[in-house]
């Protein structure tokens, strides 16, 4: 069965971290490129962090370059989000998306090009 599952959310005091896991199941995660998505409910669904299939490319949203770090363990088809250093404004329902790639080290751009979407885990930074 097809599935994008989060885990690793929950609630952290500002300057605190933690790591997300977006674990796949029934589709050839090698063949993907998969991103990172937030949405709270005063904002629009915004890209957090992407990496390539390979691994080797990854790109991120202004407001989170130098404090998150995207990674992927294709042995384990699984894609971390490291977060440091959160800040309230990170709380949000995190989304991880998976986009079939047409080259290695591809980034997607759209959000139509998502094929999966997983079901969401809550990230809440308070004190």
């Known amino acids: 069965q097809l599935a994008l599952v989060e885990s690793g959310g929950g609630l952290v005091q500002p300057g605190g971290s933690l790591r997300l896991s977006c674990a796949a199941s029934?589709?050839?995660?090698?063949?993907?490129?998969i991103s990172w998505f937030r949405q709270s409910p005063v904002k629009e669904r915004e890209g957090v962090a992407s990496?390539?299939?390979?691994?080797?490319?990854?790109d991120y949203a202004g407001s989170v370059k130098g404090r998150f770090t995207i990674s992927r363990d294709n042995a384990k088809n699984t894609v971390y989000l490291q977060m440091n250093n959160l800040k309230p404004e990170d709380t949000a329902v995190y989304y991880c998306a998976a986009s079939k790639a047409p080259y290695s080290d591809y980034i997607p751009v759209l959000t139509e090009e998502y094929d999966y979407w997983g079901q969401g885990t809550q990230v809440t930074v308070s004190s």
């Open positions: 990496i390539s299939k390979s691994g080797r490319e990854t």
């Open positions: 029934g589709f050839t995660f090698d063949y993907f490129a």
